[in-house]
Nanobody, 116 residues
Framework: QVHLVESGGGLVQAGGSLRLSCVVS????????MGWYRQAPGKQRELVAG???????NYADSVERRFTIARDNAKNAVSLQMNSLKPEDTAAYYC??????????WGQGTQVTVSS
């Protein structure tokens, strides 16, 4: 059974930084493209950053040049470095595969709150 465990969220002032981490167990991590998703209250979950199994990355326009996704296959982990945070980045953040048909059971997520 696959488990996703996210961590690193918190409360930060606008302009600040946070680094999120997700550890994946129960699968061959290196074979999967991974993504970071977020869901704000009353909104749909959205993909904000993705990284393929080969390391190619892509970002939602809203986070381009502020967020950086990376993976460490030796640690079965994917991270999200978030800089220049804005109040609109406030959401619960989750990791999962980038392909909807391949989604694992969702983890508990990690809450990011950005104060103005």
């Amino acid at each position: 059974q696959v488990h996703l465990v996210e961590s690193g969220g918190g409360l930060v002032q606008a302009g600040g930084s946070l680094r999120l981490s997700c550890v994946v167990s129960g699968t061959i991590f290196s074979l999967h493209g991974m993504g970071w998703y977020r869901q704000a209250p009353g909104k749909q979950r959205e993909l904000v950053a993705g990284i393929t199994s080969l390391g190619s990355t892509n970002y939602a326009d809203s986070v381009e040049r502020r967020f950086t996704i990376a993976r460490d296959n030796a640690k079965n982990a994917v991270s999200l470095q978030m800089n220049s945070l804005k109040p609109e980045d406030t959401a619960a953040y989750y990791c999962n595969t980038i392909l909807r048909n391949d989604w694992f059971p969702w983890g508990q997520g990690t809450q990011v709150t950005v104060s103005s």
